[in-house]
């Protein structure tokens, strides 16, 4: 009896203790993700943005293409800012992807043990697929960088002529190019959905109408950044812009 009384103690006094350290860095991956994931949001609009000038004509987004490589001269060299940014959305991108495996790997290890019989998730669909399409978006930002940045793929692959470039990337002859680009974008409106949720959530949205704002204010972005990005190729392709 003696030695019973004295083992106890000393598991229920040392068991609690590492469950609030994880629980703390899981929060701390949560914030990550929430914090990357927005400096990843701002950029998407900051670029969809810049996009949309084409609109306006082919010298004015020529115009913007060309300023986006002065911006901090004379302080900066050509072309840093670009590639300052470029770091801190690479830095962003691979701390976001991170997070999230950790997540995911802590979530399944809760669980070791797998039901007989998997109950049906009751989440969204963006929710359901958010690992295939970080897949297709990693795939798009490979081609998109190769065709649109470095001109690799692209027909015309001009760095002084960028509106060429695009107008020559989603030529009807072209098709496939721009099938790709619409499901890579509708990819990232699911992925955009879904985490713009999750991070409202992880900031402090979690009452019943907190919620519903969360998934009003996700929702309505993730349509802004979808046309807004699709409406430049599908011009193209039915001669809108030329």
Avoid: C
């Amino acid at each position: 009896m003696a030695v019973d009384t004295a083992v106890r103690p000393t598991q229920t006094s040392t068991a609690p203790k590492a469950k609030p350290k994880k629980r703390r860095s899981s929060v701390g991956l949560k914030l990550l993700m929430a914090g990357t994931g927005l400096l990843l949001v701002l950029f998407l609009f900051a670029h969809m943005a810049g996009n949309l000038k084409i609109f306006v004509g082919g010298d004015a987004f020529d115009h913007y293409a060309h300023w986006l490589r002065d911006i901090g001269t004379p302080l900066l060299p050509h072309t840093w800012y670009l590639w300052i940014q470029r770091a801190v959305l690479t830095v962003a991108v691979l701390g976001h992807i991170a997070a999230a495996v950790i997540l995911a790997r802590r979530a399944r290890l809760a669980r070791p043990v797998r039901y007989a019989h998997r109950p049906k998730v009751q989440g969204s669909y963006a929710a359901r697929t958010m690992r295939w399409g970080g897949v297709i978006i990693l795939l798009f930002v490979i081609f998109h960088i190769l065709d649109l940045t470095t001109g690799t793929v692209n027909p015309v692959g001009d760095a002084r002529h960028p509106h060429a470039n695009v107008v020559a990337d989603f030529a009807p002859s072209r098709w496939y190019v721009t099938l790709f680009y619409t499901l890579a974008i509708v990819a990232v409106g699911f992925h955009l959905r879904h985490g713009i949720f999750s991070a409202l959530r992880t900031l402090g949205q979690q009452s019943p109408r907190g919620e519903r704002r969360a998934r009003t204010i996700a929702l309505a972005l993730s349509l802004v950044l979808v046309v807004g990005y699709l409406s430049v190729p599908f011009a193209v392709t039915i001669g809108a812009i030329k």
